[in-house]
Structures are given as C-alpha cells and as structure tokens.
C-alpha cells in the first residue's frame, strides 16, 4: 500500500511538472525574438585577441506579430512620456524599451524634439530639421518605414484605400498632405540621423570627433535572405566614436547575420537619457548590462520611448 502511495505521489508530482512547463507564461515567441551577447574582434585592431562586446536584439516580423509603438513627447495635457508608456504597456507583451531620437534638453519635463515631429497624429514640432537626414514613420498597426529626406522618397499608405503615396516632405504641399495623413492614420513621425539607407553608408569620418567616443546603439531594418523583415538592435557598450560605432554595426549586420539589405539603419541616442531594457520570453527583464541603460534613471525621466512588443 505504501509502494502504491508513493507511486500515486510520484505521478502526481510529475504531472504538475509538465503542466506548470507548459502552462508556463511565454511573453513572445523565441523563434522571432532573439538575444545573444558576443566577443568580436576590434575593428581597426590588428591584435586579434582584443575583442569588445557586442549585445544583439533580433526581431522578426514575419506574421507581423512583433509591432513598434513610439513615444514622441510629452502628451498637450502634460501627461509625461514615462506615464504615457506605463499606462499604455500594463496589457502589453513588451519585449523592448530604448530611448529614441534627439531632444533639445536632458530635462524630460521641458524636453522637446529636434525636427518633424507628430506623436500619435498630433502635431509636436512642424520644422524639418535638416542636420538629421532621415525621418521615420511608425504606424498605428505596429510597421516602421523610414527614409532619407533628401531623396524625396517616402512612402505611405492609406490603412482604409490601402492606396499608396510618395512624399517629399520638402515640398509645402507634400509635406501638408503628409501631416494630414499622420493625423488621420494616428501616425507617430520623428526625425533623426539616418547612417545607412538601402545598404549605403552616409556618414563620413569627420578628423574633429575622432576623441568623442561613447556607448553606441542602432536600430537597423534589414531583409533577411528568405524575404522576410527584421529589427535588429544593435548595442555597443564599449566606446567608440560614431562613424567607429555606425561601421562596426553594418558591418556586422552584412558579415556576421548575413542579411541581404540593411534597408536603414537609424541611432537610438544612449546620451543623457540612455534607456533601455530588453525582456526575456517569460517576460522579467535581463540582467546582462549589455542589454541595459543607465540604471540610475527612472521611467519618468524618459524624455522618448521606442517601444517594441508582441501581439
């Protein structure tokens, strides 16, 4: 009787091992969301065996299960961007938070963005800013585009026609119609350097910033070989310049992931306000550093968030 007890007992421990593996909560999908921290060579270095880290965030968006929401600026009530994103991320599947583009101040609560800017369909800041070359549009479905001003080329689409336009956002007409779409679609736009576009690197090294070295990160949309798009973040914790960190970068996303067009490549400013948090698939945040921003700044003093998720 005792054997049979004992039995029982077993059995039931094992089934409630396989049940709370696979009841187990599961934020995302591992096949479309992925980490890895490596050692490569230094670029430039001819000594082999000095290697840097380089912490990799890979997303893809095949069925579009992985969206991207970002937070511009503070709302017209005055609500502050940390607010805005903790109310908004309470029923979400967040697998990423980084500060985005440039502000004119550190000082989230009278920060306001450099450039085009509309958050959500409101209008932030109506001047194009020439100084940042690209400007990026993220949908209310969840898509990112992006594309170098100069060239005239952006394209939108209408969610309800599904027809689609080319803008110049130079051009006054253009760049009014182009703001009456953001307002109807709830779209969110910003301005911000755009270091390779359709595989071309824009940047040129420029002798005066060869001692400005600091922590790098971007955000890079890319084709893979099998078609489909994905997000890669690319964080450079050690010290570089930019034109170093946007090199390093590329060239990783060519040579190491392979991929057969960056289609743009964008900076995340890591500078006074250096936010990020990447979040395992059971949804607690990682511990690595190299997957984390400064960690005496609190969500309230988020000037902008870009913020990745899953649905």
């Known amino acids: 009787m005792k054997k049979k007890v004992l039995a029982l007992s077993f059995g039931a421990f094992l089934l409630l091992s396989f049940s709370t593996k696979f009841l187990q909560k599961q934020i995302y999908d591992t096949k479309l969301v992925q980490t890895k921290t490596l050692q490569l060579k230094v670029v430039g270095q001819n000594d082999p065996n000095v290697k840097e880290p ?134 969110t736009v910003f301005q911000t350097h755009l270091f390779v576009y359709k595989d071309s690197l824009r940047l040129i090294e420029n002798p005066n910033e060869r001692m400005k070295n600091a922590p790098r990160r971007f955000l890079a949309v890319c084709k893979e070989e099998d078609g489909t798009v994905s997000h890669y973040i690319v964080n450079l914790p050690r010290a570089s310049t930019l034109y170093q960190g946007v090199v390093k970068a590329k060239e990783y996303l060519k040579n190491i992931e392979d991929v057969t067009q960056i289609v743009f490549m964008i900076n995340l400013d890591p500078g006074c306000q250096n936010f990020y948090n990447v979040h395992n698939s059971d949804g607690s945040k990682k511990l690595e550093s190299n997957f984390n921003g400064d960690p005496n700044l609190t969500i309230n003093q988020a000037a902008n968030l870009l913020a990745y998720y899953y649905e």
Not at 80 to 90: D, E, H, L, N, P
Request: glycine share 8%; proline share 1%.
């Open 54 to 187: 380089y912490a990799i965030l890979k997303m893809s968006r095949k069925s579009d299960r992985v969206k991207v929401r970002y937070f511009a600026a503070k709302s017209y009530d005055g609500t502050m961007v940390g607010s805005r994103y903790s109310s908004w991320s309470a029923n979400k599947n967040v697998i990423a938070i980084s500060s985005g583009t440039y502000m004119d101040l550190c000082d989230a609560s009278i920060a306001k963005p450099m450039g085009l800017c509309i958050d959500d369909g409101n209008i932030v800041n109506n001047k194009i800013e020439n100084t940042y070359g690209g400007i990026v549009v993220v949908y209310a479905t969840g898509g990112m585009v992006a594309s170098a001003i100069e060239k005239g080329d952006l394209n939108i689409t209408n969610s309800k026609t599904h027809s689609k336009m080319t803008i110049d956002v130079r051009n006054q007409f253009q760049k009014q119609a182009f703001i009456d779409w953001a307002k109807e679609e709830k779209a």
